[in-house]
């Protein structure tokens, strides 16, 4: 199973970028999907998930507002809208996914993890 990431980059304060995540190898159209991230000298924090429909989307209270996941189970890929993105979005995002339905935002709730992408947001 693979899940990978693209999309990142440099980006201004205020921009926005997409980032995409396409899973290979089992699909996840019955399983709860999402992203997470790490800043420079921190831990692995929760940013957005999304359930197997769609139909329930949970964000981090930083990102709320802001961010928009989403994803095509025909497709088996995952999403996230940035928009609005401060100095402090920086970090490198990684997707993840579950064997599971429940939307879960603890990193040892999902069995599943891409390599990650960086995002840099300049002042």
């Known amino acids: 199973v693979q899940l990978v990431e693209s999309g990142g980059g440099l980006v201004q304060a205020g921009g926005s970028l997409r980032l995409s995540c396409a899973a290979s190898?089992?699909?996840?159209?019955?399983?709860?999907m999402g992203w997470f991230r790490q800043a420079p000298g921190k831990e692995r924090e929760f940013a957005a998930a999304?359930?197997?429909?769609?139909?329930?989307?949970y964000y981090a209270d930083s990102v709320k507002g802001r961010f928009t996941i989403s994803r095509d189970n025909a497709k088996n890929a995952v999403y996230l809208q940035m928009n609005s993105l401060k100095p402090e979005d920086t970090a490198v995002y990684y997707c993840?996914?579950?064997?599971?339905?429940?939307?879960?935002?603890?990193?040892?709730?999902?069995?599943?993890w891409g390599q990650g992408t960086q995002v840099t947001v300049s002042s």
């Open positions: 993840v996914a579950r064997s599971g339905a429940r939307v879960g935002v603890e990193p040892n709730e999902y069995d599943y």
């Open positions: 190898g089992r699909t996840f159209s019955s399983d709860a």
């Open positions: 999304i359930s197997w429909s769609g139909g329930m989307k």
